[in-house]
């Protein structure tokens, strides 16, 4: 089991036009203080644009690692925003990266409690955000995207409370792995199977493994 590990700051945001497009989007957030209620929606106070992608019960709640912030900017000293909460989280943390987290892994969060459901993806509102075309594409290229939680148990969190690492699936995969496999060209069969039959893993990403497994398999794949 992973060792508690406290929340540096909890943000929330509201629909809003992005700065230079015509665009609308919720990734701008700010850090909200006090206790918020956290249920299988999201977070109170936050929305979402476009509810097919984004929100809903598979991505209550995004996680993002404050570490990932010193690489970005290494690579794009250009770009803006590359600090706690410029990305559009609603929880930052250190002390947590993918190589630590795995798919199914259920975490108890001031009152609340909550299951890593499926890594974030990278969108094009990234590029947008931060005035700096590539960052999405390398944030996808490392693993550097977070991951999302479904919500188990509702109830309020605040900045400063703890991820309780209580549960973990037999033979869970890491986000890291997770990430690394969906971005190889031809991944085993039985690869890609592993990832579709993880513990925890939002049925969106098992319905599109499975099927690629099909297309794998349908093309020459190796089992």
């Known amino acids: 089991m992973n060792a508690p590990v406290a929340v540096d700051a909890l943000f929330a945001g509201q629909v809003a036009r992005l700065a230079g497009d015509s665009r609308s989007s919720a990734i701008v957030k700010t850090p909200v203080s006090g206790r918020r209620l956290l249920t299988a929606e999201g977070l109170a106070g936050d929305a979402q644009a476009d509810r097919r992608v984004h929100g809903g019960v598979g991505k209550a709640l995004h996680h993002y690692p404050a ?7 290494a690579a794009f000293a250009e770009a803006r925003h590359l600090a706690p909460g410029g990305l559009g989280e609603n929880i930052s943390t250190r002390g947590m990266t993918e190589d630590d987290v795995c798919i199914g892994d259920i975490f108890r969060l001031g ?14 509102k990234i590029d947008t955000r931060t005035a700096c075309e590539g960052v999405a594409a390398f ?8 991951w999302y939680y479904r919500v188990l148990d ?3 969190i605040a900045a400063g409370d703890r991820l309780e690492h209580i549960e973990r699936p037999a033979d869970a995969v890491t986000l890291a792995e997770f990430s690394r496999l969906v971005r190889q ?33 349908n093309n020459g794949g190796s089992e």
């Open 154 to 156: 509702a109830g309020e």
């Open 139 to 146: 944030i996808a290229e490392h693993g550097l995207a977070g």
């Open 67 to 73: 570490e990932h912030y010193a690489r970005l900017a």
């Open 185 to 217: 060209t031809r991944p085993s069969i039985a690869a890609v199977l592993r990832l579709a039959h993880a513990n925890g893993l939002d049925p969106n990403w098992t319905a599109k493994l499975m099927q690629r497994a099909e297309w794998l398999r």
């Open 111 to 124: 009152e609340a409690r909550i299951q890593v459901s499926q890594p974030r993806t990278p969108c094009w």
